[in-house]
């Protein structure tokens, strides 16, 4: 049933009150500073898995920090991928709000197997990414290009790290409520400090929403009258409602000679009504993505580095028989036939030591291990039967990585080689026959390298080339499902993919007048492509069947462009670029057709005006070309997204009340003209979306 969000409702008399109460466990004097203009490290480690200085590293790789973070105008969306849409080369489509931003990366086109999702540098799987909420994030790493060879399968197109948020000397505590557009509420808490040695990092935030709708009925009935019936069953009869809380929290504790632990948390509590009386398509689900952190420097010689993560999803789902069309009109069974429990468990573990063999030379050598548990269970109601589905991933690899810097370091020289070992075990798939098929063992190497000369001060070159390999899902080895409304096909034979690609960039620099010009092109391949279909169920009216296969290969290349300039000491602006050719060849189908979430051009401009005595504001236009969501360029509305612009813009200025309390004050407007178009395969963006946000910032 719909429900109302009590819990929403509370938060609108506590959560102001919340971040002072927090506040008073540090008895520390104050400092007046903005936590958007804290010093952030000029160390990168998402590109190299080492601390180097960004400016050395041959590849290309964009930063999106905390105050480039708050300056962003705020998405009807609150998800992860807003961040990072302005970047070239990152191409982000919305899911709704319990999965996650769809990342694509280089024109790959397909975030699951070809984009890899990193928290504070673990990876995880893309669903579980939800777990942090944007508040929590304290910058955003994109590493373009594919790196396999430092972060194993699914980076194809490259990386996304995000890294959580810690406690800073003059963080102090905030509490905030937004309001916006469908009914939202946006209620955020947060504390954090650093003691000593010891920094911690509290966080609660809500995102509460039921006035829109995902899958608007009449482009479903669109859909169902143009011969694609599956669509109908789940859309959206009324608005959608969802409930998401999320808490974090980061401790950390430093010692003088550079030792370090830390403890990572970050927890979502979801639910979310499908639009139609009892369709749940997730009932309070929780997701918890954790990890613990050791460092220690190893004398002069390197620094040792340890790090366990645990990662747990628990995703219960109610279905029902949903819509039908009877004699030319939409009708409405809201009887349950089925419940779905469905949990995943992650728990990855990795030892890195980097040896320092000279003044400009860094030797990484590592060892990663996996497990990950996935169990379904679905209860046919009407049958009183069930169905179970579970398996075991174990992936191990070894890698080692050499950086060498000459001339001053002028010159980097960067090399790279993993070896990865899967092992899919442990398979019990009730409804197929063998119900314990074999075991599935898949193994690959792969390799990447890069070199960047800077020529002087302000200009240098650089060049990378890497491979990927993606080994694929049990789900898709194993499992075979002929009952309910959503059959499978199991493809045993399906080949690994796997990638290779190349680059070569420009960048220029003029500090003294805020110039920064960019400009990377890139060309590669995919081969034995895994492609994906959700086909209409000719036994089940209103069914579909998942199929996967191969396909032939898939021939990418384009142009990177990115541009920032000072106009003023307050005002700049900033601009980016993709230019994308993604086709499918040597297949017999799909030949020459363009690849699913592959548009050919997509990019940002916009200005941002920073004055703290007056106020700050930020105007942005963003603009994506058509793309089509399948292999086949399917030429019909949803499967074929058309092109689109928007015009964001952002106001926000903070209000000293006295030494030790600020007043936080921001209005928001996305999409200004009030545009509709396809965010994903059959969901819709609502249109205009405003918010407006005060809250209370308490010094310490």
Excluded at 150 to 165: C, K
Excluded at 350 to 376: A, C, H, M, P
Excluded at 397 to 415: E, G, P, S
Excluded at 469 to 491: D, H, M, Y
Aim: glycine share 8%; with cysteine.
């Amino acid at each position: 049933m719909k429900r109302k969000c009590v819990f929403a409702k509370k938060c609108l008399r506590w959560v102001l009150c919340l971040g002072f109460l927090l506040g008073g466990l540090s008895s520390q004097a104050w400092a007046l500073a903005d936590d958007s203009k804290q010093v952030m490290d000029k160390m990168t480690v998402t590109a190299t898995k080492t601390e180097v200085d960004p400016s050395t590293v041959p590849f290309t790789m964009h930063t999106v920090d905390r105050e480039d973070i708050d300056s962003q105008p705020t998405p009807f969306m609150n998800n992860l991928g807003e961040f990072i849409r302005d970047v070239p080369g990152v191409h982000v489509a919305q899911y709704y709000p319990w999965g996650p931003p769809w990342i694509h990366l280089r024109g790959t086109g397909y975030f699951i197997g070809r984009t890899i999702y990193l928290v504070d540098g673990m990876p995880l799987n893309p669903f579980l990414s939800v777990a942090v909420n944007p508040n929590d994030v304290e910058k955003v790493d994109v590493l373009l290009g594919p790196s396999s060879a430092l972060y194993g399968p699914n980076a194809s197109g490259g990386a996304v790290n995000y890294i959580t948020r810690r406690g800073e000397k003059g963080m102090g505590a905030l509490g905030r409520i937004a309001y916006g557009s469908n009914n939202t509420i946006r209620p955020h808490a947060r504390v954090g400090d650093q003691v000593g040695n010891f920094n911690y990092y509290l966080s609660y935030s809500g995102d509460y929403s039921d006035g829109y709708q995902m899958k608007p009925l009449d482009g479903m009935i669109e859909l169902y009258q143009r011969g694609k019936k599956q669509y109908l069953r789940e859309a959206s009869y009324e608005d959608n409602e969802y409930q998401n809380s999320w808490l974090a929290g980061k401790f950390g504790w430093e010692s003088e000679r550079g030792t370090s632990l830390t403890l990572s948390l970050n927890f979502n509590q979801r639910y979310l009504y499908g639009g139609q009386k009892n369709l749940i398509l997730n009932d309070d689900g929780q997701i918890l993505v954790s990890s613990l952190k050791f460092e220690t420097p190893l004398s002069s010689i390197g620094k040792f580095k340890a790090t366990f993560g645990y990662q747990h999803d628990d995703h219960p789902q109610q279905y029902t028989n949903g819509l039908s069309m009877q004699n030319g009109r939409v009708v409405l069974d809201p009887t349950v036939n089925r419940r779905r429990d469905w949990t995943r468990e992650h728990t990855p573990f990795e030892v890195q030591t980097d040896f320092y063999l000279g003044k400009n030379n860094i030797l990484t050598t590592g060892v990663f291990w996996s497990r990950e548990k996935e169990k379904r269970t679905d209860h046919y109601v009407l049958s009183g039967t069930s169905s179970t589905s579970e398996w075991t991933t174990d992936q191990t690899a070894v890698y080692l990585q050499d950086q060498h810097m000459l001339l001053d370091d002028r010159l980097t020289l960067m090399a790279g080689v993993r070896y990865d070992h899967w092992r899919y075990h442990d398979v019990f798939i009730q409804s197929c026959d063998p119900q314990r098929p074999d075991e599935v063992k898949k193994h690959t190497t792969t390799y990447r390298g890069g070199v960047k000369y800077k020529i002087n001060d302000n200009y240098a070159l650089r060049a990378s080339v890497g491979t990927a390999f993606w080994p694929g899902t049990a789900l898709w080895f194993f499992q075979t499902v002929k009952t309910g409304t959503a059959w499978r096909e199991a493809n045993p034979d399906l080949e690994p993919e796997k990638t290779w690609m190349s680059d070569m960039g420009l960048d220029v620099n003029f500090p003294g007048t805020g110039t920064y010009l960019g400009a990377t092109v890139y060309y590669g391949e995919i081969k034995d492509m895994v492609s994906y279909s959700y086909d209409e169920n000719p036994y089940v009216p209103g069914g579909s069947i998942i199929r996967t296969k191969n396909l032939g290969k898939a021939e990418i290349y384009g142009l990177e462009l990115k541009a920032d300039q000072r106009i003023t000491d307050e005002l700049s602006l900033f601009a980016a670029f993709t230019l994308n050719h993604s086709r499918i060849a040597d297949d017999p189908k799909n030949d020459g057709n363009q690849l699913r979430n592959a548009p050919d051009y997509w990019g940002s401009v916009g200005l941002r005006y920073l004055n703290p005595e007056l106020f700050n504001a930020e105007a942005l236009v963003r603009f994506s070309d058509s793309r089509y969501y399948d292999d086949d360029n399917t030429d019909l509305p949803y499967f074929h997204m058309d092109s689109y612009e928007t015009v964001d813009a952002k106001i926000w200025r903070d209000w000293k009340l006295s030494e030790d309390l600020i007043l936080t004050t921001q209005f928001s407007a996305v999409n200004i003209f009030d545009k509709e178009y396809a965010t994903e395969i059959v969901y819709v963006n609502p249109g205009r979306f405003l918010e407006a946000t005060v809250g209370f910032k308490y010094l310490f």
